[in-house]
């Protein structure tokens, strides 16, 4: 049998590939202003660590749910699961929910809740992480507090024996203060044997001193066990992720930017190198980047970089991350309109082939920042190009462009093409033309009153003697 396509036929395909090609290439254009659809493949996900979560945050750790703003709605996890994370962490206050005394028993009512909602992760097959948040009395007071905390997790253990294994439990949330990594060492020791007599082999956080910094990593000594992951924090640098943090003292000012140079890029390569590099000597131990996140008081286009870098870093290392946070000040959700912040979320979970174009201005509004297809166009606007006041600010040109490439539609507008991550700024002149004339007004009126009042001065004197003669 002749198994050639006849001449006709093969025409025919060539024409269709053809076609589809065009189609293929054309797709993205079309979809350049619709919301942006597909998130990573499989194949682009992390290998190595077990994943990219978010925290719950300002919920169950606040002295009582609801209290920091945030009550933890049953869909949020299957919003968080379709958005692409497979960890979520769950701060709890636990010590505010026992009692103060021996037995140091957890209130039903809270376990109850605390129940729930760890349900609802698991019915989305997230891997969810519970910890001990913010105890601070033990901070002040280890020894104090060592029998009621480890009374705690005794409660939390048996609680939760039964459980799946992808639920985790972290140990205590930044441990500081008092708790010096000594006693901390100690007490984790414990508390890892009072978890292990009725969980053998659940995952259990641990992390170290001085509010989880790898710097500390170096004083922490892990158990001899299988299932210890060892978490740490990112917040490089302070100044900038937390700028305007009200529970901060003092407060870093606002207006810090991150923009990428490589001393800020360096000094998030070195925490994550001194993280990896201590793993890779202690027997490959698995690490969780348990929190890292820039405060919403810094600008939009600073976050989504920094936690665009953050997180690809902590990948390319095998780090497994949790982003601070789910829907408060942190927030990559926004609660109030049930609606993803599309940039921030795209900087933790980037969907193929999009890059990051970030527009700014020092002046007025400018439009057009955000995640574009590779191969489309971002229209990028400044909505006053003049400024009218003594010294008139007037827009000069965009820094950053490709001329040819890009296409200016007209002044303040142009088209930057997408063939990477982009950076337009806008530049102004000041002009000193009006300030000069009134400084030159100003000057010949004062010179003239000047010397009026000086003519004026001279000819009265020159009146009195005649006065004084006349009454003489
Ligand atoms: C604290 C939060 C704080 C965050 C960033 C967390 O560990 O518990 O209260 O907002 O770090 O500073």
Redesign the pocket.
């Known amino acids: 049998m002749d198994m050639r396509l006849p001449h006709l036929y093969i025409h025919e395909v060539l024409l269709l590939l053809f076609l589809a090609t065009l189609i293929s290439q054309a797709s993205p254009r079309i979809l350049c202003s619709h919301p942006l659809q597909t998130r990573t493949s499989e194949s682009e996900k992390p290998t190595s660590g077990f994943g990219r979560g978010v925290n719950i ?2 919920a169950l ?1 606040a002295p009582e749910e609801g209290a920091w703003g945030v009550y933890i709605k049953d869909e949020y996890f299957r919003i968080i699961s379709e958005a692409g994370f497979n960890i979520i962490r769950i ?1 709890i206050r636990w010590s505010a929910h026992a009692e103060e005394k021996s037995p140091y028993k957890i209130n039903d009512e809270f376990f109850g809740r605390v129940d729930h909602v760890i349900s609802k992760a698991l019915e989305q097959n997230l891997t969810v992480i519970i910890n001990v ?2 105890y601070e009395e033990i901070m002040l007071d280890p020894q104090g507090h060592w029998e009621r905390f480890l009374a705690i997790w005794r409660q939390i253990s048996e609680h939760y024996k039964n459980y799946p294994k992808n639920l985790y439990f972290e140990l205590l ?2 441990p500081h203060g008092a708790l010096t990594s000594d006693l901390w060492n100690a007490l984790l020791l414990d508390a890892v044997k009072i978890i292990r007599e009725t969980n053998p082999t659940r995952k259990i956080v641990i992390g170290p001193v001085d509010w989880n910094s790898v710097h500390s990593l170096k004083n922490l000594s892990v158990p001899d066990d299988e299932n210890i992951i060892v978490t740490f ?1 990112l ?1 490089t640098p302070f100044e900038f992720t ?1 700028q305007g ?1 009200e ?1 901060v003292t003092p407060s870093p000012p606002v207006g810090r930017k991150w923009l990428g140079t490589e001393e800020e890029r360096k000094q998030i390569i070195n925490e994550l190198d001194i993280a990896a590099q201590w793993a890779r000597e202690h027997g490959e131990i698995p690490l969780l980047l348990g ?1 890292f ?1 820039a405060y919403s008081k810094a600008d939009m286009n600073s976050r989504v970089r920094w936690t665009y870098f953050v997180a690809r870093e902590a990948e390319k290392r095998g780090i497994a991350w949790c982003y ?1 946070e789910f829907c408060a ?2 927030g990559v959700y926004d609660p109030i309109e049930n609606r993803w912040r599309e940039d921030l979320l795209n900087a933790l979970i980037p969907k193929e082939n999009t890059y990051y174009v970030s527009a700014e201005t020092e002046h007025g509004e400018i439009t057009g920042s955000g995640w574009y297809y590779k191969g489309t166009y971002a229209t990028i606007k400044l909505k006053k190009t003049e400024f009218d006041s003594l010294i008139p600010i007037t827009f000069d040109h965009f820094e950053g462009l490709n001329l040819d490439k890009d296409i200016i539609l007209d002044k303040g507008t142009v088209k930057v093409y997408v063939d990477g991550p982009r950076e337009v700024k806008a530049i102004w002149r000041r002009n000193y033309t009006k300030l000069a004339a009134v400084l030159i007004a100003g000057l010949t009126i004062g010179a003239l009153l000047f010397f009026c009042f000086k003519r004026l001065k001279r000819s009265k004197k020159r009146i009195k003697p005649d006065i004084f003669d006349a009454g003489v």
Request: net charge negative.
């Open positions: 945050g300002n750790e701060p948040h913010h949330n930044e924090h917040y937390h943090a529970w929190e996140g601070w000040g942190f």
